[in-house]
């Protein structure tokens, strides 16, 4: 159930907004700007924590809890994607006849008060390019508004609220959120099958993000990966003009020259349109992140942005929260974590992985939902032969119920030397087994393996 009403008549100083599971990544900063724009903002969420206290600090109230009492006299209420028609509160709203708008229609709305509104999306590499893009239009002094999907520590936070003229968002092509936005320039990293329990296939895929490339008006941007097939595929043919990236096809506006790798680490010029622009120094490997850095450096080429500042903002990147994020020290071996959780990404983390200097990579992987890692079952088993050694956490159910009867075991049975994990402590327990000087050991995926990894240091101390 989607409102069709115009939530633009809604968004005005005075009226009142109930956000349910208002302690969310992208709700939050939502809350913040909603209050900030003059509206009474109001909410609940399931649970306490530091978000939820924050807003209460602005004397935005919150429930813990959803019940349709928790309404009051609201004008609108605005939910997540996780709540769904029964909730109480949805249910209640649609009794008193009160309007219900998705998360992404609001922040679309809010898109529309800005000048520039710098949408980020692709089957992989978003959180990482949004927040490169942060760094970037910070060192500006732009004063920009940012919300990404996953922590900053430029920001120790997911978002900002600041008074430029530009929004820059990170813009999730599942259930189609990201066509409710308005952008000015929309990036396109890759495109994938991914998401196939809403989407049909990669051709359906791709139509979204052609759609989304549509989105942009007359005088605006569309920013792709020259390199990557899925982008190319999605957008032939399209009115709209393209500014193409590359690693190095000389036919793309902006590219990588001189690239110099140093101990993992890259540095580089970047070429617009044949001339020099910026000269960058980054401290992420790999060269998915090269092509992430070019994305962003083309968006803020279209924007004004100086190549200095460019340089400067990119310097400063250490990576986004759970992107290769260093956690700590086991027995003299390092453990990263990272939200790798499709093949795609799995290969550009191992690629990168193998350019560092350890002795081994002992990788735990802990699949994210069904529907994926049974579409994507043969590439998940290409790219997991490629570690040294594998641990495989049982699969992360996330929203889905597993109808499909399939397990991380298949997996397993599938790679040599694989050691398969029902729990999360038998992965910890079999980290600490393995681990030996000089290994890097990554815990991998979208769910909650990361503790598996926390749990192994706690255990160091």
């Known amino acids: ?24 990544v992208s709700m939050s900063p939502l809350a913040e700007v909603l209050h900030g724009m003059g509206l009474k903002v109001q909410g609940s969420d399931m649970n306490d924590g530091p978000s939820v206290e924050h807003l209460r600090s602005l004397g935005i109230p919150v429930a813990i809890g959803h019940a349709a009492d928790n309404l009051g006299e609201c004008d609108f209420v605005i939910r997540t994607a996780a709540i769904h028609d029964d909730n109480p509160e949805i249910s209640g709203a649609v009794t008193r006849g009160i309007p219900v708008f998705e998360r992404a229609q609001a922040w679309g709305a809010i898109m529309k008060g800005y000048k520039n509104a710098l949408c980020i999306s692709g089957t992989h590499g978003k959180t990482t390019t949004t927040s490169m893009a942060t760094h970037i239009f910070m060192a500006a002094q732009k004063d920009p508004t940012v919300m990404i999907g996953g922590t900053l520590q430029l920001l120790h936070s997911g978002y900002r609220v600041g008074k430029g003229d530009t929004i820059i968002a990170e813009s999730c092509e599942y259930c189609n959120s ?6 000015t320039v929309a990036v396109i990293l890759n495109v994938e099958a991914d998401h ?4 049909k296939d990669l051709a359906d895929v791709e139509h979204s993000f052609r759609r989304f490339a549509e989105l942009v008006p007359i005088g605006g941007h569309v920013v792709a990966n020259m390199d990557d097939q899925g982008a190319r595929d999605a957008l032939r043919g399209i009115s709209q003009p393209i500014f193409w990236f590359s690693y190095d096809d000389p036919a793309a506006q902006c590219r990588a020259e001189n690239v110099v790798w140093t101990d993992g680490l890259p540095s580089f010029d970047i070429y617009i349109r044949g001339s020099y622009y910026a000269h960058v120094s980054l ?21 004004g942005v100086s190549g200095e500042a460019v340089g400067l903002g990119l310097a400063t990147f250490t990576g986004a929260g759970r992107r290769f994020e260093y956690k700590g020290s086991f027995h003299g071996a390092d453990v990263y974590d990272d ?4 093949p795609g990404e799995l290969h550009a983390l191992l690629e990168m992985a193998k350019t560092l200097p350890y002795k081994r990579i002992i990788c735990a992987f802990q699949p994210h939902t069904y529907t994926r890692t049974k579409a994507l079952f043969n590439d998940f088993v290409k790219e997991l032969r490629v570690p040294d050694v594998v641990v495989l956490a049982e699969i992360y159910a ?9 397990s991380s075991m298949d997996l397993s049975r599938e ?6 994990c029902p729990t999360l402590d038998k992965v910890t ?6 681990a030996c000087p000089g290994d890097l050991i990554l815990t991998v995926g979208a769910g909650d393996i990361f503790k598996a990894g926390e749990k192994l240091l706690k255990e160091e101390k």
Not at 339 to 342: G, T
Not at 398 to 406: C, F, P, V
Not at 429 to 434: K, P, Q, S, T
């Open 339 to 342: 939200y790798a959780h499709h």
């Open 196 to 199: 196939l329990d809403f989407f």
């Open 398 to 406: 996330a929203r889905e119920q597993n109808d499909i009867g399939i």
């Open 178 to 183: 990201f066509l409710s936005f308005f952008p």
């Open 429 to 434: 327990a079999a980290l600490a087994r393995i």
């Open 283 to 303: 401290r992420v490997g790999g060269k998915h992140n090269v092509m992430n850095a070019l994305a962003a450096a083309s968006a803020a080429y279209l924007l």
């Open 415 to 420: 790679i040599p030397g694989s050691v398969y």
């Open 1 to 24: 159930m989607t409102n069709q009403k115009d939530i633009f008549s809604y968004l005005v100083p005075g009226k009142c907004a109930h956000l349910a599971g208002i302690g969310g």
